[in-house]
């Protein structure tokens, strides 16, 4: 079993920044990719960023240059840095990892909700 925990979620103002974090535990070999999700209320989720085993990089248009995503290996975590908020970036946030154990599934977190208000 594989679980994804995430924190960090909660209500800032705009303009304001939320640093988010999600610990992998259970059976793991190596952890792949790793990411993080958003879902907004009548919206389906999309892709904020994600981060590759070797460290590269990519970001959704709307948050490139303001959300900065990374990893910790030797913690199986993952972070997302949201600075310059926007009340648009409301939504829960999920992380999602694709790990190796004897074969490789792709695992989701529960969520954290981002709450941004204007």
């Known amino acids: 079993q594989v679980q994804l925990v995430e924190s960090g979620g909660g209500l800032v103002q705009a303009g304001g920044s939320l640093r988010l974090s999600c610990v992998v535990s259970?059976?793991?070999?190596?952890?792949?990719?790793m990411g993080w999700y958003r879902q907004a209320p009548g919206k389906q989720r999309e892709l904020v960023a994600a981060i590759t085993s070797g460290g590269s990089t990519n970001y959704a248009d709307s948050v490139k240059g303001r959300f900065t995503i990374s990893r910790d290996n030797a913690k199986n975590t993952v972070y997302l840095q949201m600075n310059s908020l926007k009340p648009e970036d409301t939504a829960v946030y999920y992380c999602?990892?694709?790990?190796?154990?004897?074969?490789?599934?792709?695992?989701w977190g529960k969520g954290t909700l981002v709450t941004v208000s204007s």
């Open positions: 259970g059976n793991i070999f190596s952890i792949n990719a």
């Open positions: 999602n990892a694709d790990v190796y154990y004897t074969n490789g599934m792709d695992y």
